[in-house]
């Protein structure tokens, strides 16, 4: 294939139509906090293939010099139910003192997020004896069959593909669009709204003898990027407690630094029984893992989890190389440096009297932030899902003005919300330039 354009043209014709794609493109090479592809147009990149290169677009290796390079050499055989490698073993090293509680003691490594998923219910499942999965609506998991049936952000992930796995019940994420409430509500009142939501799951419809666990994003990534509020974390912990079920929290977006801490779950300072871990873990590598306590994971009879490239060296390598740099390079300080910044200039844009009427919220944790516009009369947020002639949402066309200004931006999966998840290490200068031209688009879009 010769150039660019009957490239773009051979994937339109050879790649499922199922595939969604930001840019109508072919990504050719990247480095920091930019993407170039090969028509030569060059984007800042605040969307990291969806938290995957923190640390770095596209590059692969967590640094541009080859001091990693020797973490791959003779890593190439990717079994690691052959035996262990040292790069796996290295991998936990690094990871232990990362976790957010130090009973997390116990690691089962994997591809992808949705594959972590489906271990994490199926060990709960074993550890309790028992069946049912409580999962959160607007929540996001995966697309493989289990992950599919507690995706609850919108129906395209589910269409089509019924009946879905049984025994999934769900309660409203602590999102006042949940509840029907005002953006303005008080966090205290929507955590009581979901806390007796959970009750009355637990009474009414999967009894707690029934209910193996409680599967929560801390912050909530496809279906709005809402961070749930310490005080609902901590109540969803007492019930498990008392009813002797698990609490899966899933931190495939949230996890390694993107929020100001090792794992979202910090912010509440509570314990996850088993937490499933991916994306920025290795910077691109497909890799993600599982982990729990050593304690339940002495309950898996060897042979039950595994897979042929499930943990193999080479990705395992890189997420060393990751770990390394996250803590020599001091990447959370720049997080929390550089998160002060966003949000300073995302409030200073609200400010605007011509902008303020359609911000509704600017909320987030460290560079997981969002901006929530009002939906312009008579557009519902599904519309442009159900209805094809639907107008574009606003959110997209802010994405879009974005884009042809040099910005790769992305939305939610629902309502009017524009996410930030640029690279975890991205300069003030980067960061001040994205926010400008944000800032402008917004201006154009809603004039
Ligand atoms: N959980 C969360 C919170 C996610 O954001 C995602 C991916 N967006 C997944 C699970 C699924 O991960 P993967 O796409 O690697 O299967």
Redesign the pocket.
Known sequence: IQNNTSLLEFGKKHVTAGLARSVDGVMTKGAGSYVEFGDGKVFLDFTTG??VTGLGAYTMFPRNDSSHVEHFEGHCHPKCSIAFTEPYLQLIERLLPMMPDPSLDSFFFWN??????EAAMKMARLFTGKQNIIAMQGA?????FG?MAVTKSKTIYSEGFHPLMPGVFSIPYPYWHQLSLPPTTEQSEITAQCLNQLHLVLSQQTAPRDTAAILI?PLL??GGYVPAPAEFLKGVREICDKEGILLII?E???GFARTGKNFSIEHAGVRPDIM?I??GLANGFPL?GVVSRKELTDKLKPGSMGGTYAGNAVACAAAVAVADVLKEEKILENVNARSKELFAGLNELRSKPSVSPVILDVRGQGLMVAVEFASPTGTSPYDSFVKPSAPARLSSRIAKRCQEKGLLILTTSVYEVIRFIPPLNITQEDLNKGINIFSEAVEEVVR
């Open positions: 969806i938290g992808s997020g949705s594959e972590a998923i996001y998991h995966g697309r493989t992950a994003e990534g496809e899933d495939v977006q949230s499933t991916a994306k993600s």
